[in-house]
Nanobody, 123 residues
C-alpha cells in the first residue's frame, strides 16, 4: 500500500520554527509534483506550497510567502516544509500530497495524501 508519511509537527511559540518532512513508502514519487496543504478546525483544506518534480519551480500561498520554504530531496524521496516566523493562524493539520501534474491549489489533482501532522502555534 502506498503511503505518504508526514513528521515534524508539534507545539511551538509564535515566532518560532518547525520543519516538516514527508516521505513515501511503497513507491517512489521522483516524477511527481509534491505539495503541502493544511486544514484548521472548522475550515476547508487549503494549499500551502508546492514544488515541481525537478525542484526547479515552487509556488506558495500568499499567507506563507517569505516565511515558509518547500524543498525536496529526490535521492531520499522526501519533501520538506521549513516554517519560520510561525503565527497562531498557522495552527492546523498539515498534509503532504503528490500529483502527476504541476502542483497547484486544486486538491482534486492529487492522487496521494498523507495522514497529516499537527502544528500548533501558541501566541
Amino acid at each position: 500500500q502506498v503511503q505518504l508519511v508526514e513528521s515534524g509537527g508539534g507545539l511551538v511559540q509564535a515566532g518560532g520554527s518547525l520543519r516538516l518532512s514527508c516521505a513515501p513508502s511503497g513507491r517512489t514519487f521522483s516524477m511527481y509534483g509534491r505539495a503541502w496543504f493544511r486544514q484548521a478546525p472548522g475550515q476547508e483544506r487549503e494549499f500551502v506550497a508546492g514544488i515541481s518534480w525537478t525542484g526547479g519551480s515552487t509556488n506558495y500561498a500568499d499567507s506563507v510567502k517569505g516565511r515558509f520554504t518547500i524543498s525536496r530531496d529526490n535521492a531520499k524521496n522526501t519533501v520538506y516544509l521549513q516554517m519560520n516566523g510561525l503565527k497562531a493562524e498557522d495552527t492546523a493539520v498539515y498534509y503532504c500530497a503528490a500529483t502527476p501534474y504541476y502542483p497547484n491549489d486544486d486538491s482534486s489533482r492529487y492522487d496521494y495524501w498523507g495522514q497529516g501532522t499537527q502544528v500548533t502555534v501558541s501566541s
